[in-house]
Nanobody, 128 residues
Framework: QLTLVDSGCGSVQAGGSLRLSCVVS????????LGWFRQAPGKEREGVAA???????KYVDSVKGRFAISQDNDKNTLYLQMNSLEPEDTAMYYC??????????????????????WGQGTQVTVSS
């Protein structure tokens, strides 16, 4: 059974940076398509960034140039580096893994049941 544990929660001022981590256990992270999602209060969960097995990345327009998704196969860990944070980035962030590319759901709302593996979520709060 694949298990994802995400961390890196924090409260920062606008313009600050945070790095989220997602440690994967139960299988090699390189066997999956990976992504980060977020859900703000009162809104649906949406894809923020996706990382395909060939290294291709995709980002929702609102974070392009500010966020970077990456993985470390030796540490079996997925990362999301977030720079120039804005109050609109405030949300619960979730890492996810799937057998198919998550790029198709970047920028669109997605029911939790459509993706097989999720982290438990980590809160990011950005103040103005």
């Amino acid at each position: 059974q694949l298990t994802l544990v995400d961390s890196g929660c924090g409260s920062v001022q606008a313009g600050g940076s945070l790095r989220l981590s997602c440690v994967v256990s139960g299988d090699s992270v390189s066997n999956y398509y990976l992504g980060w999602f977020r859900q703000a209060p009162g809104k649906e969960r949406e894809g923020v960034a996706a990382l395909d097995k060939d290294g291709t990345t995709k980002y929702v327009d609102s974070v392009k140039g500010r966020f970077a998704i990456s993985q470390d196969n030796d540490k079996n860990t997925l990362y999301l580096q977030m720079n120039s944070l804005e109050p609109e980035d405030t949300a619960m962030y979730y890492c996810a893994a799937d057998w198919d590319s998550l790029a198709v759901v970047v920028g669109v709302p997605i029911p939790q049941g459509n993706v097989p593996y999720w982290g438990q979520g980590t809160q990011v709060t950005v103040s103005s």
